[in-house]
């Protein structure tokens, strides 16, 4: 949270945030999330990577899904992050389903069923 502090105090227009909740327990990652809203919701563009798909539910406009650094999907996180796609890249099934009492989408995978490469 310090170097988001920091680029906000330089009035950055853009910030890259690389994996902003890794390592972090599940409360910690709402907070993160919440606060990544909050900064898209006062006019800052955010750039972030993550391996968690359901953070496209929670706080993304658009995503570029990628596989070996190709870009092999990319639109709203409706359009982009389905089951199909989510399969191709991770080679799991996937489940995308709406979670009214989460207000958005979330991503479980299948345990169990996965095919190696």
């Known amino acids: 949270m310090t170097l988001i502090a920091r680029a906000l105090a330089q009035e950055a ?8 909740t890794a390592s972090l ?6 907070k993160v999330l919440d606060c990544i809203n909050e900064l898209r919701g006062s006019g800052l ?10 953070h496209a539910f929670a706080c993304a406009d658009n995503v570029a899904l990628m596989k070996r650094g190709q870009i092999v999907g990319e639109g709203a996180p409706q359009a982009a992050v389905t089951p199909v796609a989510l399969h191709n890249l991770y080679g799991v ?3 995308v389903e709406f979670m009214a009492g989460a207000g958005r989408s979330i991503c479980a995978p299948a345990l169990g069923r996965f095919r190696q490469e």
Request: hydrophobic share 45%.
């Open 93 to 95: 099934e996937v489940a």
């Open 13 to 20: 227009e853009l910030v890259i945030m690389d994996e902003p």
């Open 25 to 30: 327990d599940f409360g910690n990652q709402a």
């Open 45 to 54: 563009a955010i750039v972030l990577s993550t391996h968690d798909p359901g």
